[in-house]
């Protein structure tokens, strides 16, 4: 049975949670009803690196994804995940996660697991001149203002997410950039580090493609553009807790031929949590009002 969309806290991690299979090391990943056709992309990533998780043992911390989106997956049908076990290293632990609807591939999914060891360390600044998250409006508030009052801009209630400056307002200069602060909408149940990376991985699918039409004067999300997630790839340098504040500096360097490409870095309390990269489908469809 479909849930309604995660607007808090308890939604979000029902909406997170596995279902054991008969068929070993498969699971099933909870539902939600959603305003879009296809299955939210974070909410994919962030299942398949807990069904990875659910195959080694706890020492074991992610530090890498890399997915590829394969075929549209709907919210309407379940999704299970196959866990494949690459390889079992004394320091370096490696799964690889397939996800089916109705027998046909959606997603794949690899992941690198590794125990924790002293060794070097340092880490890039976080941009300096970024508004405080207090000083921040809500992202659906300026969605509302910019093309009008969808229901489709709620979608992430579950997330806390304050606009904090993107390149349209130094328009000429060729930047394409977005900051917005993020966190949960309350405190997570646990201290799970596992869980924190997951909701993690959610929350990074949710702005980082749209920042490759931001130089181009496109509604993202709008019958104006068919987007598509093709690939994501994650490091995760440092724990962080997903239900305080981080900032997400975003950038594209390139888009070309209906292919999109953005970088984003994940700052809390001025350290470098993680990275990531996307790249995805961003077609212009010609000729066609914007739907408000």
Request: aromatic share 8%; with cysteine.
């Amino acid at each position: 049975m479909l849930g309604r969309m995660p607007d808090d806290i308890t939604e979000l991690v029902d909406t997170l949670r596995l279902t054991p299979t008969d068929t070993p090391d498969a699971f099933v990943g909870g539902q939600v009803r959603s305003y879009f056709q296809r299955t939210f992309g974070g909410k994919v990533l962030a299942q398949a690196l807990l069904a990875a998780y659910r195959t080694v043992d706890e020492s074991w911390s992610a530090h890498s994804l890399n997915a590829y989106f394969l075929r549209p997956a709907t919210p309407d049908l379940p999704t299970i995940y196959r866990v494949d076990r690459l390889r079992d290293g004394h320091t370096f632990t490696a799964r690889e996660v397939t996800a089916t609807q109705n027998g046909q591939t959606t997603f794949v999914l690899s992941a690198s697991f590794h125990v924790d060891e002293p060794g070097l360390d340092h880490a890039i600044a976080a941009p300096a001149g970024v508004p405080a998250p207090d000083d921040c409006p809500p992202i659906s508030e300026i969605l509302d203002e910019r093309f009008g009052r969808l229901p489709i801009w709620h979608e992430w209630d579950c997330l806390d997410v304050r606009f904090a400056g993107d390149s349209t307002t130094q328009p000429g200069d060729g930047s394409a950039w977005m900051r917005v602060w993020a966190r949960t909408q309350g405190p997570l149940p646990t201290d799970s580090a596992k869980l924190h990376q997951a909701v993690l991985a959610y929350l990074s699918d949710m702005t980082l493609l749209s920042v490759s039409a931001l130089p181009h004067g496109i509604v993202f999300i709008s019958n104006q553009v068919q987007t598509a997630s093709v690939g994501h790839s994650m490091w995760f340098h440092r724990p962080c807790r997903t239900d305080r504040w981080l900032l997400y500096d975003m950038e594209s360097p390139s888009a070309h031929a209906s292919i999109g490409f953005s970088r984003g870095r994940l700052f809390q309390d001025g350290l470098l949590i993680a990275s990531c990269a996307q790249e995805g489908l961003v077609r212009v469809v010609k000729n066609r009002p914007i739907l408000t």
